[in-house]
């Protein structure tokens, strides 16, 4: 039966993968100069029981993350390498699903701007077991407003496989966060998966995400946990994330 549910999911439409970043960009990027260390790490405790494509990872109990490499080149762009994207799989399994290249142009000192812009590139080489197309890419624009104690963002991202303008996958990221404190904040953020613009995919089909985040940036290491709520039939029931940043010199 899995077998089934697998093999209907890879022809009936575009794969809802799983993710190395569950993470919403605010146009804030390492200063000039400055090597600057992510982590990330997401878990999914209670995940979808049957891979998104043949061939592909199950994403229950299966651990997904990938150190973030990134350089401050001026005040309005950052470029990243994403090397080695993993996965430890529920069966014990530890795999290297490929590496991306990133270039984020933005802002300068979004931090202390009013209204935030930028947009982002990756470019991905995959495994076969991590996605079904060798080379993709992601667009990611950024538009957010800071308002007092309140942070609005939205990520409208396309991600692109290469097989057609019309076959962009709207993929958009969200978040509302309250700044408790100068060190502290806490966020709600989604993440959804639309399906390709040519036909977004019926309701039931598409992943939404709602997650819960708790921010600390107070300290040399930033850290970032949240949990994660699926809201529709093809999105995992519960995804943890964890996010640890520091600058390196």
Request: proline residues 6%.
């Amino acid at each position: 039966m899995k077998r089934l549910i697998a093999l209907l999911l890879f022809i009936s439409g575009p794969a809802l993968c799983q993710t190395d970043e569950i993470q919403v960009y605010d146009a804030q990027i390492a200063a000039p100069g400055i090597i600057n260390l992510t982590l990330h790490d997401n878990y999914s405790p209670s995940g979808r029981e049957a891979p998104a494509f043949g061939g592909g990872i199950v994403p229950d109990h299966a651990l997904n993350g990938v150190p973030e490499w990134a350089y401050g080149v001026t005040d309005w762009f950052e470029a990243g390498l994403y090397l080695p994207l993993y996965s430890l799989t529920r069966d014990g399994d530890l795999l290297f699903n490929g590496f991306k290249l990133r270039a984020l142009f933005v802002e300068p000192d979004a931090a202390d701007q009013h209204f935030v812009y930028g947009i982002n590139f990756e470019f991905s080489y995959n495994e076969p077991h991590w996605d079904p197309h060798r080379f993709t890419s992601e667009i990611r624009p950024i538009i957010g407003w800071h308002l007092g104690q309140l942070d609005l963002i939205f990520n409208p991202i396309l991600d692109n496989s290469y097989t057609g303008v019309s076959r962009l996958d709207f993929a958009p990221a969200t978040r509302v966060a309250w700044n408790v404190t100068k060190d502290w904040a806490v966020a709600a953020e989604e993440y959804d998966d639309f399906g390709p613009l040519r036909r977004l995919l019926p309701g039931s089909q598409q992943s939404h995400q709602l997650f819960a985040v708790a921010d600390y940036t107070g300290g040399s290491v930033s850290v970032e946990a949240g949990a994660g709520f699926g809201l529709t039939p093809a999105s995992d029931r519960l995804v943890l994330k964890l996010i640890l940043s520091k600058d390196l010199n």
